[in-house]
């Protein structure tokens, strides 16, 4: 389970890397004008990370299965017996300090969440019926939407998706009407969107790949154009000028100054001053709101798309070491003059063997085979299972002791070659103690 965590996220994790170089110079072809161009390339990247898993591609021949053994040899090691535990690797130690990281963020953004939704419950509704139905009708929303006040609240933001609640500072019955149309507006664009869903979505992104720093690029670039979007929209909704807008936008920045109440799962003005500028210069400097994706857009989408299922995409593993292989194929046979042995006789193989102490006091015994790579270097590659589907607790310590071992390679006219070998090791049990016994056997 560790191992099998420990690829994936380390395989996710490169793939989002060379994503993020592509897209990154991607999204600037039209930021300026379409930043829901630029939204769409990252919204791939967050969906990548959430679906890490890749897709195998079988080739065919690509395994090597069934194969009879090639090397034998005295296994006869009756007085050998291991008495190590596996080893904890390092691979084992980042995954616990992942696991323990990613709780502590998880419990974090959930205790957050839960102060701030039980200090909102004295919130007291604001009767704007009138301007949230025409806004609804402007923007073709049409579940319901209510308003809130709250003293804790300094910038508005929008909880909820199926029953959204926008929440207001109390003094909004002081601000001048254009501007509760301006950030009602913004708030109601968020909600035709579904933003929430897409926010939730990167709060789970953050806590799983909280060491990546592709990924905090990636948030930060879907919370930037998804506020350009929304400043989009709300303008046109709201029949707004833009410069009326941005005046509008600033006195949000003012405000968001001060001691404020800040849910971790939401929806508002909730940016960095610098991105706050950003987006009033964007503002300002805006042409047509809804200019629309062409097909160059699209195109490029597409593609994007497609690259990230074909980098997503794998071949099949040749040596799958939690699966029984099957004998549908062999690899090619290579002749030797001498065949490989390891560096210190095949009693070097038992002193890597170690009996899981789980399967020690199961009673579980059994022969597994193992057909390895032996290399032109004397290592041990590309281990798989031939034998021993009934008896998988002892799958990995085999294959550790074989690739542990150092091996004398095959030669062939002098010259080392690489070539495959099946290598049966038995774990048998003393009688009546309970204590291991590994060995192998002819």
Same mark, same amino acid.
């Given at each position: 389970?560790?191992?099998?965590?420990?690829?994936?996220?380390?395989?996710?994790?490169?793939?989002?890397?060379?994503?993020?170089?592509?897209?990154?110079?991607?999204?600037?072809?039209?930021? *300026? %004008? !379409?930043?829901?161009?630029?939204?769409?390339?990252?919204? @791939?990247? &967050?969906?990548? $990370?959430?679906?890490?898993? /890749?897709?195998?591609?079988?080739?065919?021949?690509?395994?090597?299965?069934?194969?009879?053994?090639?090397?034998?040899?005295?296994?006869?090691?009756?007085?050998?017996?291991?008495?190590?535990?596996?080893?904890?690797?390092?691979?084992?130690?980042?995954?616990?300090?992942?696991?323990?990281?990613?709780?502590?963020?998880?419990?974090?953004?959930?205790?957050?969440?839960?102060?701030?939704?039980?200090?909102?419950?004295?919130?007291?509704?604001?009767?704007?019926?009138?301007?949230? *139905? %025409? !806004?609804?009708?402007?923007?073709?929303?049409?579940?319901? @939407?209510? &308003?809130?006040? $709250?003293?804790?609240?300094? /910038?508005?933001?929008?909880?909820?998706?199926?029953?959204?609640?926008?929440?207001?500072?109390?003094?909004?019955?002081?601000?001048?009407?254009?501007?509760?149309?301006?950030?009602?507006?913004?708030?109601?664009?968020?909600?035709?969107?579904?933003?929430?869903?897409?926010?939730?979505?990167?709060?789970?992104?953050?806590?799983?790949?909280?060491?990546?720093?592709?990924?905090?690029?990636?948030?930060?670039?879907?919370?930037?154009?998804?506020?350009?979007?929304?400043?989009?929209?709300?303008?046109?909704?709201?029949?707004?000028?833009?410069?009326?807008?941005?005046?509008?936008?600033?006195?949000?920045?003012?405000? /968001?100054?001060?001691?404020?109440?800040?849910?971790?799962?939401?929806?508002?003005?909730?940016?960095?001053?610098?991105?706050?500028?950003?987006?009033?210069?964007?503002?300002?400097?805006?042409?047509?709101?809804?200019?629309?994706?062409?097909?160059?857009?699209?195109?490029?989408?597409?593609?994007?798309?497609?690259?990230?299922?074909?980098?997503?995409?794998?071949?099949?593993?040749?040596?799958?070491?939690?699966?029984?292989?099957?004998?549908?194929?062999?690899?090619?046979?290579?002749?030797?003059?001498?065949?490989?042995?390891?560096?210190?006789?095949?009693?070097?193989?038992?002193?890597?063997?170690?009996?899981?102490?789980?399967?020690?006091?199961?009673?579980?015994?059994?022969?597994?085979?193992?057909?390895?790579?032996?290399?032109?270097?004397?290592?041990?590659?590309?281990?798989?299972?031939?034998?021993?589907?009934?008896?998988?607790?002892?799958?990995?310590?085999?294959?550790?002791?074989?690739?542990?071992?150092?091996?004398?390679?095959?030669?062939?006219?002098?010259?080392?070659?690489?070539?495959?070998?099946?290598?049966?090791?038995?774990?048998?049990?003393?009688?009546?103690?309970?204590?291991?016994?590994?060995?192998?056997?002819?």
């Amino acid at each position: 389970m560790i191992d099998t965590l420990f690829e994936l996220l380390l395989r996710s994790s490169w793939q989002l890397l060379l994503l993020t170089l592509v897209v990154w110079p991607l999204s600037r072809l039209s930021r *300026n %004008e !379409l930043p829901r161009f630029a939204y769409a390339l990252w919204l @791939i990247l &967050l969906i990548k $990370a959430l679906a890490p898993l /890749s897709f195998e591609l079988n080739v065919p021949g690509a395994q090597v299965l069934a194969l009879p053994t090639l090397v034998s040899g005295d296994f006869a090691l009756a007085g050998l017996e291991a008495d190590r535990t596996l080893p904890f690797s390092v691979k084992d130690a980042l995954m616990v300090v992942w696991i323990v990281i990613v709780f502590i963020l998880a419990a974090r953004v959930i205790v957050r969440e839960v102060v701030v939704r039980r200090r909102l419950a004295a919130a007291q509704p604001v009767d704007h019926s009138d301007l949230v *139905n %025409e !806004l609804k009708t402007a923007l073709g929303i049409r579940m319901p @939407i209510t &308003l809130l006040a $709250a003293g804790t609240v300094r /910038s508005p933001f929008t909880l909820g998706v199926r029953k959204p609640k926008i929440y207001l500072p109390t003094d909004v019955h002081r601000w001048d009407p254009q501007e509760l149309r301006a950030v009602l507006a913004h708030e109601m664009a968020h909600i035709r969107r579904r933003d929430q869903v897409v926010i939730y979505l990167q709060a789970l992104v953050r806590v799983l790949y909280f060491f990546h720093p592709a990924v905090w690029l990636i948030n930060d670039q879907l919370d930037y154009d998804r506020e350009r979007i929304c400043d989009d929209l709300a303008i046109a909704s709201s029949k707004s000028e833009a410069a009326q807008y941005g005046s509008r936008l600033l006195r949000q920045l003012e405000r /968001s100054q001060t001691p404020n109440l800040k849910p971790a799962l939401v929806s508002g003005f909730f940016m960095s001053n610098g991105s706050l500028v950003k987006r009033f210069e964007y503002i300002m400097n805006r042409g047509d709101w809804m200019k629309r994706l062409n097909a160059y857009h699209y195109g490029l989408i597409g593609a994007v798309v497609i690259g990230t299922v074909l980098i997503g995409c794998s071949k099949a593993p040749v040596d799958p070491p939690n699966a029984v292989v099957g004998n549908e194929s062999l690899p090619k046979f290579v002749e030797y003059d001498e065949p490989p042995v390891p560096v210190e006789g095949y009693a070097a193989i038992m002193k890597h063997v170690v009996y899981p102490d789980d399967a020690r006091k199961a009673g579980i015994e059994g022969t597994v085979v193992v057909q390895a790579k032996i290399t032109k270097e004397g290592r041990a590659e590309e281990c798989r299972v031939l034998e021993g589907e009934t008896i998988k607790e002892l799958w990995q310590p085999a294959i550790y002791a074989i690739e542990s071992t150092g091996w004398k390679p095959a030669m062939a006219d002098g010259k080392a070659v690489e070539v495959w070998v099946s290598i049966p090791i038995a774990f048998k049990l003393k009688e009546g103690e309970g204590e291991k016994k590994p060995e192998t056997k002819d």
